[in-house]
């Protein structure tokens, strides 16, 4: 609700500015403190153009987004010294994006992020089938998940919510019913990225739906994310096997590697966690509704940043799989292990196999609703 109140009185005031005379006077928006949505295009997928979308908010945060995957390309927060810089990973081209083994840089994840077991489960007696794309596991909606389409996009009155849709169609990658998906970007005024995900079906299907910035609130500076300090609110964490499905345990932290409870330095225990840290965290939630549930600061820019969610999980993935190969990366830059990593807001992985985790299953007649806020800041 608070969000919603500060969307609605910066929409209030700045639409009243927005075809005056000081429109054509193109100064910087990072200056004017001017509230727009600019387009520029981004080369073409399957013959259909591409296009970035730039939200800027009037203290000059921006944040960009294609409608290839619904894909976040950029996000320029300021320094403790007042300095612009771009605290996610990502590429100059869409070439880059489309590169094989892209590991989902900014993308919109779904129909179900993070992993099914065997890519199986049961439903009302059947048994569903999904393209397995990670060792033999179905990972974050298959082999073309949500990452890898087309989204619809419309900018929104006011000019800081671009809204993106997709019918993801019956059978897609496996999934039953059609699903008819709608996310809201919105820059709020307070230098928060919310994203707003609803859909409907028209038949009962699992979905968990989440967004895949790499962060490194250095911009540029750290190869790393070691040195960033992330506090977590959450006693128990999903255990996982060999090939990252959870057991269905929920060990406790404990004081452990997997402790968050205070703000740690990542590097601090990740040796001790086989292969660096890739688990979904059990939030302790006081509700249903949009709730703070972790924050990452980068002590040498003073950049802070803090999560909002309704979801009862959470999936740090420190960038694990990230070994310095990939191409056209953002000022050639080399995104080396660790260089990045994931607050992936979500329901648990493997959810619809898992009878005691929190339900997963939309039905028709129902709404899915997440709701998650990035928020930046410095201290
Ligand atoms: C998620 C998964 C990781 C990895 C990345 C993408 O965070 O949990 O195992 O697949 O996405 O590379």
């Given at each position: 609700m608070k969000y919603f109140s500060v969307i609605l009185a910066t929409?209030?005031?700045?639409?009243?500015c927005n075809n005056s005379e000081t429109e054509k006077k193109e100064t910087p928006a990072t200056t004017t403190g001017k509230v727009a949505i600019t387009e520029k295009p981004f080369g073409t997928f399957n013959g259909e153009a591409v296009t970035e979308y730039t939200l800027t908010n009037a203290a000059g945060m921006q944040v960009s987004i294609l409608n290839y995957?619904?894909?976040v390309t950029k996000i320029i927060t300021k320094d403790k010294e007042g300095k612009d810089g771009d605290v996610i990973l990502g590429y100059d081209s869409l070439s880059g994006y489309l590169q094989k083994g892209n590991p989902y840089f900014g993308c919109l994840v779904g129909r179900y992020g993070n992993r099914i077991a065997k890519g199986h489960f049961t439903l009302n007696g059947t048994t569903y089938t999904l393209a397995q794309n990670n060792n033999g596991q179905s990972l974050h909606g298959g082999i073309k998940g949500y990452d890898k389409v087309m989204w619809k996009a419309a900018k929104q009155a006011g000019d800081s919510s671009l809204k993106l849709t997709y019918l993801s169609k019956d059978g897609e990658e496996g999934y039953p019913g059609n699903l008819d998906i709608t996310v809201v970007y919105t820059l709020t005024a307070d230098n928060g990225l919310k994203i707003d995900y609803t859909a409907t079906t028209d038949k009962a299907t699992p979905i968990n739906l989440t967004n895949h910035c790499y962060f490194n609130l250095s911009a540029g500076k750290d190869?790393?994310?070691?040195?960033h300090e992330m506090m977590l609110k959450a006693d128990k964490f999903t255990e996982v096997d060999t090939v990252l499905i959870p057991t269905g345990k929920l060990p406790d932290v404990n004081g452990g590697p997997m402790d968050f409870r205070t703000p740690k330095a990542i590097g601090k225990d990740i040796a001790a966690v086989k292969g660096g840290y890739d688990h979904n965290w059990v939030i302790n939630r006081q509700g249903n509704s949009l709730e703070l549930?972790?924050?990452?600061?980068h002590p040498a820019s003073g950049r802070y940043m803090e999560v909002f969610t309704t979801e009862p999980g959470v999936q740090f993935y420190s960038g694990n799989f990230l070994d310095g190969t990939l191409t056209n990366t953002k000022a050639g830059k080399k995104y080396v292990l660790h260089a990045g990593l994931c607050l992936e807001t979500q329901h648990f992985p493997d959810g619809p196999n898992q009878p005691l985790f929190p339900n997963t299953i939309l039905k028709p007649g129902e709404t899915y609703r997440h709701t998650s806020v990035?928020?930046?800041?410095?201290?």
């Open positions: 929409a209030i005031i700045f639409s009243s995957g619904g894909t190869s790393t994310i070691l040195a549930i972790g924050s990452l600061y990035y928020k930046f800041s410095v201290k």
